[in-house]
């Protein structure tokens, strides 16, 4: 079980966001996504790769994916 990540401190509170167990993420891919550096070839090599262990990927493009430009 993956532990919980810290969202805001507050004097002696924590308050912590616990990771849903059923979707898996990968911080890599998403920073590469939002930051548009993500290529073609990574996306498809991270979707395999997580198909082949047996989760579904629902999509194949996610938010910010970039298509090199001729």
């Not at 401190?9 to 308050?15: A, L, T």
């Not at 993420?25 to 548009?36: G, V």
Request: no cysteine.
């Amino acid at each position: 079980m993956k532990k919980p990540n810290t969202v805001l401190k507050v004097g002696k509170f924590k308050f912590l966001r616990f990771p849903n167990q059923g979707v898996r993420r990968n911080e890599r891919i998403r920073k590469l996504a939002t930051n548009r550096k993500l290529g073609y070839s990574t996306l498809e090599k991270f979707i395999n790769k997580e198909r082949s262990l047996g989760y579904p990927i629902k999509y194949s493009k996610p938010i910010g994916f970039k298509r090199k430009r001729k």
